[in-house]
Structures are given as structure tokens and as C-alpha cells.
């Protein structure tokens, strides 16, 4: 997110309430389960709860909480420092705590960075307090080898497993999911590959047209491939339940009546009998609606009272018939605070 909303590395510049606003439209446009990265819950333990109750409320399905200390960065990324046991430990009770008062089942995933910051044992320790304290799923981020991998699957072993592959070149050795399956694992993330491909595709692309050329047809999909998977079809389909039967303009002869309002006042006039109307015009009147004026003048002594502003408009509302005679004139006092 900080890379694709900011341009910016994950070193703790995306905030919380960007997180919230990017999180609650990924929710909101596809149908299977988010997991969102809540980082170090930014702040203390009431500010982790605010956190998780947000994420709640934007649709996430999960949460994952670490334990770095703030500004955080990537785990995999040199100058990791976390907290002390006891703060991290207490942080994720206060996410349960959350979830319990908001009565939700989101699924919180508890992370430790003490691994590259501590020790392997250490990220151990923390790994079994945190599922102690009542963490749905533990995240040892950056172990350095399928042995230490195989460790931290047998923590807790009711507990599921996350690993995270960083493609391209991090600390832990880039497996299949059939490969972390067979260690012990429940849930996999590839964080880099849909960023890292599409990184690649828009310099290609980006290339190709400095050079004066177009990008190869077989690196996009064509145009009725996009309108499908952006939803351009489906709109066209549902728009046909709402189409009228017919275009013709809303009149008075819909009602019988003749209507105008303002904020405040309203005026409802019946179109005179049939026969009387034919009798003096054939067609419709003309109604006009005049611009409003301004209250030149407030009070007896031009002064701005207490409720000066208030009443400072009129609005004209005139008609004339098609045959030229005026049939109604009025200015009616309007609302608008000044």
C-alpha cells in the first residue's frame, strides 16, 4: 500500500487513516476475504484497539499486528527493533479485547520481527505468548532457513502458520505452497508478485512508447477483455432493469397540479378545468422562475439585527399565458443564511 498509494517505502510512512481508505475500497470491490496489514497498531494498546475496531468496521476480514517499534519498516530490512515482551504481549490482548467488544470473528494474526532484531529463540517465546494471549494465526516474518521454519510450526501446533515469501531476494527461502504445506503451514503471502509484475509491464510499456512504439498486443488485454473484468458488461446488463418506458418530459398534466418549492415554503396552484383552459389558451402556460434578489435593507433602520441574513431573499415565481396575459406574480421570502 505505501508503495502503490504513496510511491513511498515501507518504512512507516502510510498512516493509519490511509490504510482504513484504501482497505475499505479493496473490501468493497471483490468478494473473497482481506487480510490488512495493521502494522504496529500505530500507537499503544488503546490505539490498537482503535485500529482493529476501524478495520472492523472497513470490511477486513483480518488484521495483522507486530511488534516493531515505531517509525516500523519492512522485516526484512536492516535496523528491525521491537518491543519489550510484556508491551508486545499486551497489544495483542488488546486486539482481542476489541474484537470481543465489537463482536466480531475478524482474525487476528500476530507478528513477530524478533527473529532479525533478537533471536530465533526469542521470536519463539514471543510467538507462544502471543497465541497464549489469544492470537487466531502466528507470523514469524524473515526466518532464515526451512530448519527455523520447521521450529516455528511445531510452536503452539493448534495454532495456524503464516509464511511470508518475499520474492526476489529476502531472508527466507522463496518456497511453493505445496512446499510450506509440508512444514507445517496454513496461509501464504507473496506480497511482491502482483506490485513487482506490474512494475515491470508499465516500464516495458513505458519504453516502448518513448521509443515511438506501441506495446506488444499480447502484453494487455484487448479492449472487450478490459470492459468484461472492469464490469462494463454486467453495468450495460443491470442498466436495462431501469430503463423507462417512456421519454416524455414530466408535465403538470401528470398531477393536475402545478408545483414550485424552496427550502422552506412551497406553492401548490390546480390547473384550471379543462374546458376553462381550452377556452383561454390551447397550450401550456409559461412559468418562469426569477434569479433571486437581496434585501437591500434589514430592518426599519437599515441595521443588521439579530436575525439579519436570515429572511434576505425573495425568490419571483411568475406565469404568463400563451396569450400574453399574467396569470400569477408572487415573490416568496427564502432561507439563505448570509
Avoid at 489469544?134 to 516474518?141: K, M, P
Avoid at 412559468?287 to 426599519?300: C, L, R
Wanted: proline residues 6%.
Amino acid at each position: 500500500m505505501s508503495a502503490a498509494r504513496l510511491g513511498l517505502p515501507d518504512t512507516g510512512f502510510i498512516s493509519y487513516g490511509e490504510m482504513l481508505d484504501q482497505g475499505q475500497q479493496i473490501t468493497q470491490a471483490v468478494s473473497i476475504p482481506v487480510i490488512g496489514d495493521g502494522d504496529n497498531g500505530y500507537g499503544n494498546a488503546l490505539n490498537v484497539k482503535r485500529t482493529v475496531k476501524g478495520y472492523i468496521r472497513a470490511g477486513f476480514a483480518g488484521i495483522i499486528l507486530e511488534d516493531q517499534v515505531s517509525p516500523k519498516a519492512c522485516g526484512h530490512t536492516q535496523g528491525r527493533k521491537v518491543l519489550p515482551r510484556e508491551e508486545a504481549v499486551m497489544k495483542i490482548k488488546a486486539a482481542v479485547d476489541a474484537r470481543k467488544e465489537s463482536g466480531s470473528d475478524i482474525v487476528i494474526v500476530a507478528r513477530t520481527d524478533s527473529r532479525q532484531a533478537v533471536s530465533l529463540d526469542e521470536s519463539l517465546w514471543r510467538s507462544r505468548a502471543f497465541a497464549d494471549a489469544g492470537a487466531d494465526v502466528l507470523f514469524i516474518d524473515a526466518l532464515a532457513s526451512k530448519e527455523e521454519m520447521k521450529a516455528f510450526c511445531e510452536v503452539s501446533p493448534l495454532v495456524p502458520k503464516l509464511a511470508n515469501m518475499l520474492e526476489g531476494g529476502g531472508k527466507t527461502p522463496i518456497l511453493t505452497p505445496f512446499e510450506l504445506e509440508d512444514i507445517g503451514y496454513k496461509l501464504v503471502v507473496y506480497p511482491l508478485s502482483l506490485m513487482g509484475v506490474s512494475i515491470r509491464a508499465m516500464q516495458d510499456a513505458l519504453t516502448a512508447l518513448k521509443g515511438g512504439r506501441l506495446p506488444p498486443p499480447g502484453s494487455m488485454p484487448s479492449f472487450e477483455e478490459l470492459k468484461e473484468i472492469l464490469g462494463f458488461n454486467a453495468y450495460y446488463e443491470e442498466e436495462k432493469r431501469y430503463i423507462a418506458r417512456t421519454n416524455r418530459p414530466f408535465s403538470s398534466r401528470d398531477t393536475g397540479y402545478m408545483s414550485v418549492s424552496s427550502n422552506t415554503y412551497s406553492i401548490e396552484r390546480r390547473t384550471q378545468d379543462p374546458q376553462e383552459s381550452r377556452a383561454q389558451s390551447p397550450q401550456e402556460p409559461i412559468v418562469e422562475v426569477i434569479t433571486p434578489d437581496v434585501y437591500n435593507s434589514y430592518d426599519a433602520d437599515s441595521s443588521r439585527g439579530p436575525f439579519s441574513g436570515i429572511w434576505s431573499r425573495t425568490l419571483r415565481i411568475k406565469i404568463t399565458g400563451r396569450d400574453g396575459f399574467e396569470k400569477l406574480d408572487v415573490r416568496i421570502p427564502v432561507s439563505f443564511p448570509v
